[in-house]
Every structure is written in structure tokens, then in C-alpha cells.
T-cell receptor
Framework: QQQVKQSPQSLIVQKGGISIINCAYENTAFDYFPWYQQFPGKGPALLIAIRPDVSEKKEGRFTISFNKSAKQFSLHIMDSQPGDSATYFCAASMQSNYQLIWGAGTKLIIKP | DTAVSQTPKYLVTQMGNDKSIKCEQNLGHDTMYWYKQDSKKFLKIMFSYNNKELIINETVPNRFSPKSPDKAHLNLHINSLELGDSAVYFC?????????FGPGTRLTVL
């Protein structure tokens, strides 16, 4: 029940296309859902986060869509660029314990 | 002005040795973490620590121990290193829900 399931494991998208990464969770106590971006040789860094009181949050080309009833959330990268090539992690946490529960990661490659 | 720093960046050592990785944060955060990232990129939390409480992931062998000399530092000591300890280790600190990661230490056990 503590797991966050992330898919796909890897994704190749053409430059200019839309990249979509999906995550699903079971624990309804989760109330914070961040996405982290990790470039090779670097630590993960917060990209964008959402709380379950909204269904969508957009920051530039990055959008989180959140479906509370389905217990799913996804990251959409519009107009994907080669510089977006990285590993993306979804995560979740709850109010009583800020520890992040991590998805397994998605390696995204944007082809020029 | 690095927020979370780790030393060393790379660590190559023989099986059975004892080693330490240092972590410092200058963000004034109360909570710090150690993560292990394996070759498949999976992030596994090992410890979370604030100035009052240490939470240990029960799956972490007791050969691993965090040591915090003060609020800005959380070092990781590893005794009797094994081949399976080879991984990238990340230190992180947090303000509320957001975690800030260090650059990682790549540990290779031969």
C-alpha cells in the first residue's frame, strides 16, 4: 500500500513531441505528489509538485495531471527538447510523515 | 554556495574495508537523509534524521550508520564493505516537503 508504481521504465520521444510518464498509488493518505528530474551524474531535483485538491498544475512546458478517483497522476512534457533527456521520478508523501515514497524512475530520451 | 555537498565524489575501496562519506548542507534545514541508488536507478531511503529523531529503514544492514555532529552535517559510516554496497549514495536535506539532493558519491567495492 506504500508503493508508487511508475511507467514506462524508458521512453523515447522525438524532439517537439509530448512525453508522458504515469504513476499510480494505493494509499489514500498521500497528499503531496512531486516529480523529480535527474541528469546523469547529478542528484535528483524537484521539477514540479501537486496536491490532490487540484486536477492539473502547469509550469512552462511541464504539466502534472492528477486523477484522485483513479489514484493516478502523470507528467506531461510538451514540445520535448533534447535537454529534457533525463531520468524522471514520481513520488508521494503524507501529512503525518514527510518521507517520500519513490517510483522506480523513467529514463527519457528525446531524439533530435 | 553549494546547498548540499558530499565528499568524496568517487570512492573505490576493497571488500572488508571501513569508509565514510561526508555530507553538509548550508540551507538551515532540520531534516537530512541518506539514499542509495542502485544501477537500475532505484532510489532507496536508508535514513532520515532531524535533530531529534533518527529513522532507520529496517532493511539497511547495521554495517551502515549515520553520524550527525551538528544540524548541518550527516555523515555515513560503512563497516566491512561488501560487493553489493557498490552504488551511488545521495545525501539530501528538506524544508517541508521538498528535498534537496547532493551530487552523489559513487562507491565501488572491489
Amino acid at each position: 500500500q506504500q508503493q508508487v508504481k511508475q511507467s514506462p521504465q524508458s521512453l523515447i520521444v522525438q524532439k517537439g513531441g509530448i512525453s508522458i510518464i504515469n504513476c499510480a498509488y494505493e494509499n489514500t493518505a498521500f497528499d503531496y505528489f512531486p516529480w523529480y528530474q535527474q541528469f546523469p551524474g547529478k542528484g535528483p531535483a524537484l521539477l514540479i509538485a501537486i496536491r490532490p485538491d487540484v486536477s492539473e498544475k502547469k509550469e512552462g512546458r511541464f504539466t502534472i495531471s492528477f486523477n484522485k478517483s483513479a489514484k493516478q497522476f502523470s507528467l506531461h512534457i510538451m514540445d520535448s527538447q533534447p535537454g529534457d533527456s533525463a531520468t524522471y521520478f514520481c513520488a508521494a508523501s503524507m501529512q503525518s510523515n514527510y518521507q517520500l515514497i519513490w517510483g522506480a524512475g523513467t529514463k527519457l530520451i528525446i531524439k533530435p | 554556495d553549494t546547498a548540499v555537498s558530499q565528499t568524496p565524489k568517487y570512492l573505490v575501496t576493497q571488500m572488508g574495508n571501513d569508509k565514510s562519506i561526508k555530507c553538509e548542507q548550508n540551507l538551515g534545514h532540520d531534516t537530512m537523509y541518506w539514499y542509495k541508488q542502485d544501477s537500475k536507478k532505484f532510489l532507496k531511503i536508508m535514513f532520515s534524521y532531524n535533530n531529534k529523531e533518527l529513522i532507520i529503514n529496517e532493511t539497511v544492514p547495521n554495517r551502515f550508520s549515520p553520524k550527525s555532529p551538528d544540524k548541518a552535517h550527516l555523515n555515513l559510516h560503512i563497516n566491512s564493505l561488501e560487493l553489493g554496497d557498490s552504488a551511488v549514495y545521495f545525501c539530501a536535506s528538506s524544508r517541508a516537503r521538498e528535498q534537496f539532493f547532493g551530487p552523489g558519491t559513487r562507491l565501488t567495492v572491489l
